[in-house]
């Protein structure tokens, strides 16, 4: 019960303050938009950028941490995909859409404050090796999915440019990418600097949590039931325990396996909406996933932080 009380339910009241603003109409939903653009496309990509510049590439880039975690990612992406277009009818362009809702977990507004309060700060490394490239991993593969699945009317090459501009213009991306050249490179950034880069990293998760419950009041209960329940499923059940499976005998440690499947068991990202809101497919599925897997993880977090205890 102390897990519940004093990990889960203090990250979902944030979520929960912010579902109530837009509610009561204290906050419209223009207000609510600036805060994630200010938190997405700023925020965290500097908090991002903060956690890869510090971090010991060398002793927390473990392969084994990668495959276990990206293994169950891949094998969600495939359960979607094809339980989608097999046993759902859904169309092809459709499939890839709810099947990236199983493969992009919320790994940075959910995974990140989940760890911390349930595991301390020193867990959040293994944390960030997963995030370093879970979005660069996750967009190459939704969109090159998604494009080879789409009409032939693109050439090869153009489709190539469209996968890598997609991917490269996403602010985390370039977050991520700018924390490893100054890592690599050992950069030492002027203390006036680093200490805006603390200010900003130190308000990125509270305001992207308030105002992903602001962004969960626009979408509303709807679409098909069975793929719904199959990105619920495959979210917060099925992509943890591959994950946990897999890292155990790869032998991971303890603090890597409670990093790898707390991250894995997070709730569908906001991110798999902008998916197929950018597609135009599958996008009452995709919100009510994001809203209901997110209403649920609070129930399986605390179930897989207590199996892992």
Known sequence: ??????????????????????????????????LMKFSQNFAIPVLLFNAIAKVDLVNVFDLNLFFSFYVGAMAGFLIGFLGSYYLFNRPLE????????????????????????????DALQHNFAIVSIHAPFCYFLGITVMELVKSAEKSIGKKIVIIFKAMFSNALVVGIVLGFLVNI??????KSIQASVDMITAVALPAALFGMGGILYQYRPEGDIGPITMICTVSLLIHPTIVWVTGSNLGLNDMQIRSAVITAAMAPGINTYVFANMYG???????????LSTALSIGTVWLWLNLLD
């Open 1 to 34: 019960m102390s897990a519940l009380l004093d990990v889960i339910i203090p990250v979902f009241l944030i979520i929960g303050f912010g579902y109530c603003t837009v509610w009561t109409r204290l906050f419209s939903m223009d207000t609510i938009d600036g």
């Open 94 to 121: 459709d499939s890839v859409a709810i099947g990236f809702c199983c493969l992009f977990s919320n790994t940075v507004m959910l995974g990140l404050p989940i760890t911390e309060r349930a595991y301390g700060e």
């Open 185 to 190: 490179f050992e950069v030492n950034l002027a």
């Open 281 to 291: 497919k599958a996008k009452r599925v995709a919100s009510t996933g994001v809203l």
